[in-house]
């Protein structure tokens, strides 16, 4: 039984102190925190491995694969790219475990790795993410306009215009941009510690960057706060999310945070980008992934000759 001690209060109220791997997840999360990891990474791995403890209920000594394969076995119902990513959060667990002399032998490798089709992204159409952005105010915005409803719009388009995920948005320092006249970039933290910049080629996102800040008097910290009093933490992706999927209510349209993303990459892919730089511009690790872009650039091609086809075929009949 493990020592009952401070844990993570998640990991306490659903596993309770005393189960016998509540310790050991909790010591792995402070791991990948002391790693680097993000918090919504964190966030991510408690909640795939808080599901696998309580189904396993033994000694981290007994975790061997039989559990293992008799938890996936359940999960059968789920999409195969939510099998992998739990399966992957129980391999990372079972590899740190390995390594801190708690097991024996990882028991990963005797389970088979969950095939994910690869799927085209979804983007959004650039009518429709104006649409939104147009609830939430206008790039010329009122002087009344509340702090919180201007940061809003450039969280958002900064998300857009760089093609980069809600979480390292809501990431961003004020450190993190370079608003020299005409070279204006904005530093993005992205997976594994990685580190890309993005060059601001929009002017009127940059006027409106600039507008945001001298409105809320950052200079340094973090852009994106919590509360409109300016002495908020970084806004969590949570809070981001519910916020973005409010917006799209009030402008009656469906977009997922992150395909504002695809939006971004699948509008340079379509003006003649290489995909190279798309790469870099996203911060992919492999021009594979990017390369899904020029995929559905083809679908809207063959679509677009598709309706041709059809219209022709209607005037000559």
């Known amino acids: 039984m493990v020592e009952v001690g401070t844990v993570d209060p998640v990991i306490a109220e659903q596993l309770g102190r005393a189960h016998p791997l509540a310790r050991h997840l909790d010591d792995f999360l402070t791991d990948l925190a002391n790693a680097g990891k993000s918090a919504h990474t964190r966030r991510a791995y408690r909640g795939d491995l808080i599901p696998f403890a309580a189904h396993h209920g033994e000694e981290i000594a007994e975790l ?14 789920l999409s195969p790219a939510s099998r992998k990513r739990k399966r992957a ?17 990882n028991p990963m490798d005797r389970i088979d790795t969950v095939k994910v089709p690869k799927s085209l992204p979804r983007p959004a159409s650039a009518a ?56 204006e970039h904005v530093r993005i933290h992205g997976k594994g510690g990685s580190v ?22 950052y200079t340094a910290g973090p852009l994106f706060r919590a509360s409109i009093n300016g002495r908020g933490g970084p806004l969590s992706y949570d809070a981001a999310h519910h916020r973005w999927q409010s917006y799209c209510a009030q402008a009656r349209v469906e977009i997922d945070i992150h395909q504002l993303r695809h939006a971004h990459a699948t509008e340079l892919v379509n003006a003649g980008v290489s995909i190279e730089a798309v790469r870099r511009r996203l911060g992919h690790a492999s021009a594979e992934t990017t ?27």
Do not use: M, N
Request: hydrophobic letters at 45%; proline letters at 1%; a positive charge.
């Open 196 to 217: 890309r910049t993005v060059l601001l080629d929009d002017r009127g996102y940059v006027t409106l960057l600039k507008l945001y800040l001298a409105r809320a008097g």
């Open 291 to 317: 390369q899904l872009y020029a995929l559905l650039d083809d679908k809207v091609a063959d679509a677009e000759i598709r309706a041709a086809r059809r219209r022709r075929d209607r005037a000559t009949s």
């Open 89 to 105: 959060a129980i391999a990372s667990f079972s590899k740190w475990a390995v390594r801190h002399d708690l097991l024996d032998a």
């Open 64 to 77: 061997t694969a039989v559990p293992v394969r008799a938890f996936l076995a359940e999960l059968a119902e």
């Open 128 to 183: 429709d993410v104006a649409k939104v952005l147009a609830v939430i105010c206008s790039r010329r915005s009122r002087k009344d306009l509340p702090l919180d409803r201007l940061r809003d719009r450039v969280l958002f388009e900064t998300a857009y215009v760089c093609g980069a995920r809600a979480s390292e948005v809501c990431g961003l320092y004020v450190e993190d941009l370079d608003l020299r006249l005409d070279d």
